[in-house]
């Protein structure tokens, strides 16, 4: 056996990527990216620089341990009481990303039901949390409700009752920009008894008219022994983490079952500072949400996408035009990414932008002038 046994294999396993057009490389610093999450442009925001700069002068760079351990800082409380009313919702637990979010609620909650059925299109940290549940998943057709039905009553007529069951979805999914109909979920887990689990990450702060996300979008009142709401704060609130909004009780089963957050550090308390003022910002008033929802209508329309507030615009076409495409905004220095399979099934590959409030006039204008074009000839979605 020779000595570079390992490196020869990974070469190897490499250059199979290659051939899949599976292999990730990192996007070359200095073009501007198209694709940010950083939806209300909060990451530059003067009033959040402010909150984690003294809170960092105060408490120092990092928490220290896990919240179980020697991490639990007294703003992790306040922002879970600040994520929980902002959301409506009864209470909350804030964890260091969306992803640990989801992973840690969904092992937790693996102990409450038998099944879980999971949209086809759901996140990758959906599906991470699924498969660390060690629980039976149906993918089910994505935002198929009568889908759901139809597999619950065959399964209910096999084993004499429905089944324990918890529906996880997106209210803004990630890659089509599109949202599920909400009220037919929820009257499907109160008509058979089921858990109803929606991540959050793009909804918050960009969908309802004061950027509360899915239920304020579809005027959907909280029922808190059905409903479990997760999402991050690194996407529209400009920062870094996760949380779940869930009843109280659904909170304690989080603490001891939800693993990722039991082994793993907190955030910094600057970090959850400057999440404090995010939501702050957002409370006080909803104008900002607002001129985002106003600028992705315009834009929208520009291009001739179907209209509302969705700020993530998937561009679909045949791959060799996506990279032109990809080119020719290059050559202004505007970089969109396009994302290939497995991230979308094959044949969906896209663009896909994401409209923030930090795109400049120019830049619109750039987008609008090329994706104009291409799109009258291209196959769309939504
Ligand atoms: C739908 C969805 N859920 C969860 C996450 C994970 O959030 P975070 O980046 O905070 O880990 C993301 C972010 O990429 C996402 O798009």
């Known amino acids: 056996m020779g000595e570079q046994r390992y490196l ?4 190897q396993l490499l250059s199979e990527l290659d051939k899949i057009g599976q292999r990730k490389q990192l996007p070359s610093r200095g073009d501007i990216s198209l694709a940010s999450n950083d939806y209300l442009s909060l990451t530059h925001n003067p009033r959040l620089i402010a909150a984690a ?22 703003l992790n409380r306040e922002l879970e009481t ?4 902002f959301k409506r919702g009864p209470s909350a637990l804030v964890f260091s990303t969306g992803y640990q979010a989801n992973v840690s609620t969904l092992c937790a909650f693996g102990n409450l039901v038998d ?13 991470d949390g699924l498969r660390l549940s060690r629980t ?37 999914f990630s890659m089509e920009g599109d949202q599920p109909p909400l009220p037919d979920l929820i009257s499907l887990i109160n008509q058979k008894d089921g858990l109803l689990l929606i991540d959050e990450a793009h909804a918050t702060g960009t969908i309802g008219q004061s950027g509360r996300g899915g239920l304020e979008s579809w005027g959907i009142e909280w029922d808190p ?28 089963l ?55 507030d969705s700020p993530i615009l998937p561009i679909l076409a045949p791959e060799g035009r996506l990279l032109k495409f990809q080119e020719t905004l290059l050559e202004s220095g505007l970089w969109a990414p396009l994302i290939r399979p497995p991230t979308v099934p094959p044949g969906a590959e896209r663009i896909r932008l994401s409209v923030t409030m930090g795109w400049e006039e120019s830049w619109i204008q750039r987008v609008i ?8 000839s291209s196959k769309n979605v939504p």
């Open 254 to 308: 989080l603490i001891s079952k939800g693993r990722a957050f039991i082994y793993s550090t907190s955030l910094p308390p600057s970090v959850l500072a400057s999440n404090i003022e995010a939501i702050r910002i957002l409370e006080e008033s909803s104008g900002i949400v607002q001129l985002l929802q106003a600028r992705v209508r315009s834009i929208r329309s520009a291009i001739g996408l179907p209209l509302g």
């Open 53 to 74: 700069r003294e809170e960092l002068s105060r408490s120092g760079t990092g928490s220290g341990g896990s919240r179980l351990l020697a991490g639990n800082h007294p």
């Open 225 to 252: 022994d059905r409903l479990i709401l997760t999402g991050t704060f690194s996407k529209a609130l400009g920062g870094l983490g996760g949380f779940a909004v869930c009843h109280p009780d659904y909170r304690e």
């Open 8 to 11: 020869e294999a990974n070469d």
């Open 136 to 172: 039976e998943t149906i993918i089910f057709p994505h935002n198929d409700i009568a889908w759901i039905e139809r597999d619950l009553e065959r399964r209910s007529a096999e084993n004499n009752g429905p089944p324990r069951f918890m529906v996880v979805t997106e209210s803004l």
């Open 82 to 85: 600040a994520i929980a009313a």
């Open 115 to 127: 099944l879980f059925y999971s949209d086809e299109l759901n996140h990758a940290s959906l599906i």
């Open 369 to 376: 002038s090329v994706f104009g074009q291409e799109i009258r």
